[in-house]
């Protein structure tokens, strides 16, 4: 028996037609007051772009590639492709025009949104190719009340299409189908249930169309385009004060923003509960330091990918672990399955041996084939109480002397004066590339405490370290020089 049609934006239809005066979304407007966006609001703007859709001939199943920066009618709009039953198509960051035109092809786009007009000759081209042009600008919002129900489709048609960040090479298409996208709601759900009043400040897109499906308020960071390049932390501390955020998601880079911020201007926040980091690995010591600027706070590190969000999360508490053992990222998500593609042993903190390889997940939340084994691209080891540490990443994961790039970044991240670090598998050992102000001898001693002599071959110093255009946290390593 075939399964039964669903849409994922049910969820959010549902909820803003239940508190259609609730606000929902807080949209930033640079030097004035922020635009709230109340339930009724979205409803009427997502109906006036269904319209748009079907008048522009795409209709359920079809592709609409999103290549525009992030704005209030570009979400708007990407909420109604996803009602209507058609697949939003997101480009990865910073994307080329060649890049582009390849995502056209490759997943038959036949709406294309573009932030500026074309040349009257390529918009002939594309529409002899089947690919309408949407424009993207304010549209008059459908205020009869009237407003279509999402159209149910396949649950294994894709809700939306994404793409990875790219760090370990080209970024790769994630397709979350409509079966994936509601069992990683329900994950979120069970593994942070949202309260009465709740308002969210989120980094992440995947997280704004959580909260819309749960009722949670979402403060919009003010950030041009969404583009973390264009971050002024500043200007994020303000919305953290002014819309009285209670919770927070990003990752490390926008919290280290955050904190240096801080340490030159401190400000207490005592109004916000709790803080997820996400997106690469997650040092413990930038978690400690964020502690006294969010005293009530209790600060999640998030492990997952597009693929599978979340995959473990970990409550950090005073009692660290040993950095030199990886990055400890917690208890495996009870909605999902993990195990280790074993390829060779380390040598632990206390001298033990643990073997490492790579990280395979399967479950309802993991966008891969029922039944089969994701491939995270990293590595580590589970201990017996089922926390998962992370050791490396694909396409650096050499073990040297025991030890692989992961441990020993994290444990030079503890030493002052370390901004960012890398650690390069060679074959004499691990090129340390690091970028701040901390000594070469400090670092050397840090080494020696926790691994053999013959761990890091050489330490170099960098103005800065190659990392992914998305999170501006993952390093590169094919490209350090």
Known sequence: MPDTPVNYYRFIDQTLRRTPDKVCLIWPEGSGPAQEITGRMLLSQVAAYRALLHRSGVGPGDAVLLASPVSRPIITLLLAIMAHGAIPVLPPASATIPTLLRLLFRHRVRGLVLARKLPVVAGWLLRLRGIRLIPVSDIAPDASGAWALPTAVSPDQPALIS?????????????????????????????????????????????????????????????????????????????????????????????????????????????????????????????????????????????????????????????????????????????????????????????????????????????????????????GYLRNDRSLILTGRKGNETIRSGVQHYQIEHVLYHVPGVDRVAARSTAAGFTVFVEGTASADTLRHALQLNFPDTTADRILFRDSLPVDDRHQSKIRYEQLV
């Open 163 to 379: 793409h990875s960040s790219g760090s370990t090479g080209i970024p790769k298409a994630i397709r979350r189908s409509h079966r994936v996208l509601t069992a990683q709601h329900n994950a979120l759900e069970h593994a942070f249930p949202a309260w009465s009043g709740q308002r969210d400040l989120p980094l992440f897109p995947n997280i704004l169309l959580h909260n819309l499906a749960t009722g949670t308020t979402s403060i919009l960071p003010d950030l041009a385009g969404f583009r973390l390049t264009a971050l002024q932390p500043e200007v994020i501390i303000r919305q953290i004060t002014s819309q009285q955020a209670g919770t927070m998601t990003g990752n490390v880079f926008y919290f280290r923003q955050l904190l240096a911020c801080l340490h030159s201007h401190p400000q207490i926040f005592p109004a916000v509960r709790a803080i997820g980091i996400g997106g690469s690995p997650v040092p413990d010591n930038l978690c400690l330091a964020l502690k006294p600027f969010f005293p009530e706070a209790t600060i999640y590190i998030i492990y997952g990918s597009s693929e599978a969000e979340p995959i473990t999360v970990r409550a950090v508490h005073d009692d660290m672990p040993d950095p030199a053992m990886g990055y400890n990222v917690g208890t495996i998500h009870p909605a999902i399955a993990v195990k280790i593609d074993p390829m060779g042993q380390i040598n632990g903190p206390a001298g033990e041996t643990c073997t490492v390889g790579e990280i395979l997940v399967r479950g309802a939340h993991v966008a891969a084939p029922a039944g089969t084994w994701l491939a995270t691209g990293d590595f």
